[in-house]
């Protein structure tokens, strides 16, 4: 498979691995929103966060909780911003799952561009009933 990410893990493009555990490995984001900029990979390869089997998902959000305790502590943080996108039109370049864990500071002039939108109640009742049909399926 054509997989940067598989061949970080396989060794095959160099890299340095900040951290791992049974089911994830860290490394720094070579185009960085921030210094210090890191992702949480899944070892196994799933293309996104719709795949990452139940028994995985402790330990990858235990990576991810420890990796932001320590970039808050080396980095002195004031903030994180943690994310995973999914599919293409949220972002996503690289089709194997990861978690970008992204520095924030005062004033860093990062932005999360955020359109909000607004329900009447009557479309809140609906989106909320819509979701909540699957969630009880
Ligand atoms: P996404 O766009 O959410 O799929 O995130 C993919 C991320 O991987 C981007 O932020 C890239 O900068 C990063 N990236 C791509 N290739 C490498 C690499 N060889 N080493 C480290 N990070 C990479
Ligand atoms: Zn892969």
Redesign the pocket.
Known sequence: MNC?FCK?RDGE?P?KILYENEVAFA?????PMNFGHV?VISKNHYKDILEIPKSEAADLFSAVQLISKSLTEALNLEGFNVI??KGEIA?????HF?F?IIPRYKNDNINFVRSLKKYTDQEFQEVFQKINQHIKK
Do not use: V
């Open positions: 940067i970080i493009i890299s490394i720094l984001d070579i185009n992702l995973s996108n972002g996503q370049s690289i089709f990861h970008h």
